[in-house]
Nanobody, 121 residues
Framework: QVQLVESGGGTVQPGGSLRLSCVASGNTLSINIMGWYRQAPGDQRDLVATITTLAGTSFIGTNYADAVKGRFTISRDYAKDTTYLQMNNLLPEDTAVYYC??????????WGQGTQVTVSS
């Protein structure tokens, strides 16, 4: 079992920045992919970014949605079991609930409760 808790959401003006955090607990060494997803009202939940590791702590690579490339950065602090999403140059269309997801080596997915990000002037 893995538990995830997100934080760091809020309201920011266009062009601003936010950093989201996702703290994992439980069987964290079983996680090989951490991801951030987002869902705007009336829309489906979409991938934002993922970070892949091997054997729990060996970094493999990252992947980003085209809409956020060059603006968002995903990173993972293995000592703190925390995954971050640094979001720069935020746009109104980035407004959504952001969810953290962990996928284990056996293919089981765990989700956090979500954190609201609002970009508005």
């Amino acid at each position: 079992q893995v538990q995830l808790v997100e934080s760091g959401g809020g309201t920011v003006q266009p062009g601003g920045s936010l950093r989201l955090s996702c703290v994992a607990s439980g069987n964290t060494l079983s996680i090989n992919i951490m991801g951030w997803y987002r869902q705007a009202p009336g829309d489906q939940r979409d991938l934002v970014a993922t970070i892949t590791t091997l054997a729990g702590t060996s970094f493999i690579g990252t992947n980003y949605a085209d809409a956020v490339k060059g603006r968002f950065t995903i990173s993972r602090d293995y000592a703190k079991d925390t995954t971050y999403l640094q979001m720069n140059n935020l746009l109104p269309e980035d407004t959504a609930v952001y969810y953290c997801k962990a996928r284990t080596r056996t293919g089981v997915d765990y989700w956090g409760q979500g954190t609201q990000v609002t970009v508005s002037s």
